[in-house]
């Protein structure tokens, strides 16, 4: 499992004065960045090999902006060319979000998926967590 902290800024709440649902996909993805280390180390995007196909969201208690939160990033399912993660965010020790992220190992020039091969389906499978 991967653990990201962030602490949320004033500007990214409501005008009820929580952070707004639409920061949250930049903070799940901001927390994926461990997972895409695994594919790119140093992240370049020259070669980039990794293409969302499906995210969603749950939005379960209100976050407010003055404590910090953590989002927890675990492996749900390795298929052949594709990979499930799942995500808590936390804050105050409680469950306020959750997140659903399909990843697939993709040749952007070839335009098609390709089979995780044996090293990354060993550094995906140290973080898996069986339901």
């Known amino acids: 499992m991967f653990r990201e902290t962030i602490q949320p800024r004033f500007s990214e709440t409501n005008a009820v ?9 930049a903070w799940f993805e901001k927390a994926m960045e461990s997972v895409y280390r695994l594919f790119v180390p140093d992240l ?3 070669r980039w090999n990794l293409i969302v196909v499906k995210f969603e969201m749950e939005c379960l208690a209100e ?24 995500q808590a965010l936390i804050q105050n020790g409680k469950i ?10 993709f040749d952007y020039r070839e335009k098609k998926a390709l089979p995780l091969d044996d090293r990354l389906r060993a ?9």
Do not use: M
């Open 17 to 25: 004065g929580h952070v707004g649902f639409t920061v949250l996909p």
């Open 44 to 46: 370049a995007s020259e």
């Open 63 to 86: 976050i407010g902006h003055r404590q910090e939160v953590t989002i927890e990033t675990q492996v749900e399912k390795i298929g052949g060319s594709s990979f499930r993660l799942g």
């Open 96 to 105: 306020a979000a959750r997140a659903e992220t399909t990843l697939v190992y």
């Open 123 to 131: 550094a995906l499978q140290q973080h898996i967590v069986v339901r």
